[in-house]
């Protein structure tokens, strides 16, 4: 059980940081950014165009990059309609993630590449008993730090206050004067921030790199902020640790006849506990219906 709520732990630290990543946008704009997986995916392939260099080099380019294409997205893309439907908003980011997906093919290849990151955190150590991976401590430690400071952000630093204020009436607080271009950019940079690191570790568990390989963590952090409560930023962190609990737990206690269903029954967990709290399970109730 304690291996498993490890493991659980350290996959919940990386399903936060998607699913942060995800949430930041939308709390302030009403976007589900669906191509925050190609900004994971763009993270992951600066890992392998910076390769040969020092890690600690290599990582402040990668976050580098990302934000600077992050921001770009929202210059491009997303500024000029940034006042329309929720409709029209999540067009635009599939509309962006299959143009960056077609850029990357056109580019990098549709064959999957590999590259070694973080090689030396590949061993394991025994703490209580229980073996513990340093790629676990690494991602639990950085998730951990990132979230603090996030929070310590968000409530001390003047641009904080102004991203809390755009997060609870975004026409209200640019009429009160906050600056709305600043605010959105820098939510932008802070989300191309956690796509970064998220893409760091995630590549650094696999190995392995294709121009899809977004797709699926963006749907896990969509899933999270879902279940944890649309609108609060520390909601979608908590919804992250319940979906990887589900399944880590079902995955190492289901019985082996079972076992290939794990995500139908995780999925149907989720379901289940969206009929009684459609809100999510720290959603405030009238605020965002899912």
């Known amino acids: 059980m304690a291996q498993n709520l490890i493991n659980a732990l350290s996959l919940g630290s990386l399903y936060a940081l998607i699913a942060l990543g995800v949430a930041l946008l939308f709390s302030i704009m009403g976007l589900i950014n669906f191509a925050h997986g190609e900004l994971i995916m763009i993270g992951g392939y600066a890992l392998l165009w910076f390769a040969g260099l020092p890690f600690p080099v290599t990582a402040v380019l990668v976050v580098a990059v990302v934000i600077g294409c992050a921001l770009a997205m929202e210059r491009v893309a997303f500024r000029s309609v940034r006042g329309a439907t929720g409709e029209t908003l999540l067009m635009t980011s599939f509309a962006l993630s299959l143009f960056v997906q077609g ?17 030396t955190l590949g061993a394991s150590v025994e703490v209580a008993g229980v073996s513990v991976g340093k790629l676990d401590i690494a991602i639990i430690g950085v998730t951990a730090a990132l979230l603090l400071g996030l929070a310590w952000f968000l409530r001390a630093t003047s641009l904080g206050v102004q991203m809390r204020a755009a997060a609870e009436d975004f026409g209200m607080a640019r009429a009160l004067g906050v600056r709305a271009n600043l605010v959105v950019a820098a939510a932008f940079g802070m989300s191309g921030a ?78 289940v506990i969206l009929m009684f709290r459609p809100h999510g399970i720290a959603g405030r109730p009238g605020a965002v219906r899912v």
């Open 103 to 119: 850029g990357a093919l056109l580019f990098e290849g549709a064959d999957p590449k590999s590259v070694d990151v973080l090689g």
């Open 194 to 271: 956690f796509a970064a690191i998220a893409a760091i570790f995630l590549v650094a568990s696999t190995g392995a790199l294709t121009p899809a390989m977004g797709l699926k963590p963006v749907l896990v952090g969509f899933v999270a902020i879902v279940l944890g409560g649309l609108g609060r930023l520390w909601a979608a962190a908590l919804g992250a640790y319940v979906l990887a609990l589900l399944s880590v737990m079902l995955q190492a206690y289901l019985p082996d006849g079972v076992a290939p269903y794990r995500d139908a029954l995780v999925y149907f967990g989720i379901v």
